[in-house]
């Protein structure tokens, strides 16, 4: 690695966290509590009771996925230790030792190779999520893409609590990217879908007609959700579910539960929103409006890849409800909020 490319990296560390935390004993001899091996085994142990606890997995899965979550591991490691690296070759520049620089070079190239490397064995969770689907177990292949991605966020959120360093924001963002879109195209919707409503139409086939369409809840559930590919849908049910219990002054549901289901599949689901009314007219404006730019504000932080933020999220109020909104004036406004209609918040954890 180049002078210029060590350079890069250099800048996008935070010097003071590193040297308090590579260390396995302070200066005054004393065990460092945030020696980093220490935090790394205590995030993957607590991702792996997230793992545990789901009890939707069988034991052969959630081994897999503690294997998975050990090369996270490994992978903050390496970093840490490349970031060593770093440090010292810089120190060691200001300090005109060039001898020293040049070893701190060899294990700057030494770690990088480490990190690639453990990149490069963490692109098996795509073969192992394509043999889920494969092996027709969609539901599995759903839940597990989903935790991995939320692995490695809880890994890129690990630095920035523990270092104040962003890593999507450093050189390093390039493989991060590359590793969060590989998981993210993993699973081909279309495929799955194809699938399913072929299998639907075969079954339907041998049933007697049907004069109204079922919404089969837990179906949409367990749906991915192509709008907000980090935030699933049961977060998306939970958080809406409040505009089925809120009433207006008339003591009118402002939804059902089956428009409240339709819109989730709609919206997020299908990715092609079907406007409709609310079954109870709400008493102000500001109290839906509310509630939609809440979900922004919590989603938004999962959508970090999305352009144009505050037109998309205002868009999957205004695409479905548009009939009840100024679409100019309402979007000024919309920051404008109360606290009339509160959404269950938004937890980006698995559900078990």
């Given at each position: 690695?180049?002078?210029?490319?060590?350079?890069?990296y250099?800048?996008?560390?935070?010097?003071?966290?590193?040297?308090?935390?590579?260390?396995?004993?302070?200066?005054?001899?004393?065990?460092?509590?945030?020696?980093?091996?220490?935090?790394?085994?205590?995030r993957e142990k607590?991702?792996?009771?997230?793992?545990?606890?789901?009890?939707f997995?069988?034991?052969?899965?959630?081994?897999?996925?503690?294997?998975?979550?050990?090369?996270?591991?490994?992978?903050?490691?390496?970093?840490?230790?490349?970031?060593?690296?770093?440090?010292?070759?810089?120190?060691?520049?200001?300090?005109?030792?060039?001898?020293?620089?040049?070893?701190?070079?060899?294990?700057?190239?030494?770690?990088?190779?480490?990190i690639?490397?453990?990149?490069?064995?963490?692109?098996?969770?795509?073969?192992?999520?394509?043999?889920?689907v494969?092996?027709?177990?969609?539901?599995?292949?759903?839940?597990?893409?989903?935790?991995?991605?939320?692995?490695?966020?809880?890994?890129?959120?690990?630095?920035?609590?523990?270092?104040?360093?962003?890593?999507?924001?450093?050189?390093?963002?390039?493989?991060?990217?590359?590793?969060?879109?590989?998981?993210?195209?993993?699973?081909?919707?279309?495929e799955?879908?194809?699938?399913?409503?072929?299998?639907?139409?075969?079954?339907?086939?041998?049933?007697?007609?049907?004069?109204?369409?079922?919404?089969?809840?837990?179906?949409?559930?367990?749906?991915?959700?192509?709008?907000?590919?980090?935030?699933?849908?049961?977060?998306?049910?939970?958080?809406?579910?409040?505009?089925?219990?809120?009433?207006?002054?008339?003591?009118?549901?402002?939804?059902?539960?089956?428009?409240?289901?339709?819109?989730?599949?709609?919206t997020?689901?299908?990715l092609?929103?079907?406007?409709?009314?609310f079954?109870?007219?709400?008493?102000?404006?500001?109290?839906?409006?509310?509630?939609?730019?809440?979900?922004?504000?919590?989603?938004?932080?999962?959508?970090?890849?999305?352009?144009?933020?505050?037109?998309?999220?205002?868009?999957?109020?205004?695409?479905?409800?548009?009939?009840?909104?100024?679409?100019?004036?309402?979007?000024?406004?919309?920051?404008?909020?109360?606290?009339?209609?509160?959404?269950?918040?938004?937890?980006?954890k698995?559900?078990?």
């Amino acid at each position: 690695m180049d002078r210029e490319k060590i350079k890069e990296y250099y800048k996008s560390c935070n010097v003071y966290s590193i040297e308090s935390i590579i260390k396995f004993k302070s200066t005054d001899g004393e065990k460092n509590t945030s020696y980093f091996r220490n935090t790394g085994y205590e995030r993957e142990k607590l991702f792996n009771n997230i793992i545990d606890e789901n009890t939707f997995f069988d034991l052969k899965t959630k081994k897999r996925l503690k294997e998975e979550n050990r090369l996270c591991t490994f992978l903050y490691e390496h970093i840490v230790r490349f970031y060593d690296a770093v440090c010292n070759y810089e120190k060691a520049l200001r300090e005109n030792e060039i001898n020293k620089a040049a070893s701190y070079t060899n294990n700057i190239n030494l770690r990088f190779y480490d990190i690639k490397h453990t990149f490069a064995n963490l692109e098996y969770q795509r073969l192992y999520i394509r043999s889920l689907v494969n092996d027709e177990k969609y539901k599995t292949a759903i839940k597990v893409r989903y935790l991995c991605l939320q692995m490695l966020e809880n890994l890129l959120l690990h630095f920035k609590q523990w270092l104040n360093m962003d890593l999507l924001n450093s050189p390093f963002k390039h493989l991060f990217n590359a590793h969060l879109e590989m998981l993210k195209t993993s699973i081909n919707t279309d495929e799955i879908n194809l699938i399913v409503n072929i299998g639907d139409i075969v079954k339907t086939e041998k049933q007697e007609p049907q004069h109204e369409t079922v919404i089969n809840k837990e179906e949409i559930l367990n749906g991915i959700n192509n709008l907000i590919s980090n935030v699933n849908i049961e977060d998306v049910y939970d958080y809406f579910e409040i505009l089925t219990k809120s009433t207006n002054k008339n003591n009118e549901y402002y939804l059902t539960e089956k428009q409240l289901l339709n819109f989730i599949k709609a919206t997020f689901i299908d990715l092609k929103p079907i406007p409709q009314e609310f079954c109870g007219k709400p008493n102000n404006k500001k109290d839906v409006r509310s509630l939609f730019f809440r979900f922004y504000e919590q989603c938004s932080i999962y959508d970090y890849k999305a352009k144009h933020k505050k037109e998309k999220y205002f868009n999957i109020m205004f695409e479905t409800f548009g009939y009840f909104f100024d679409k100019a004036k309402d979007f000024d406004e919309w920051n404008k909020t109360n606290q009339k209609i509160i959404g269950k918040k938004i937890t980006n954890k698995p559900k078990i």
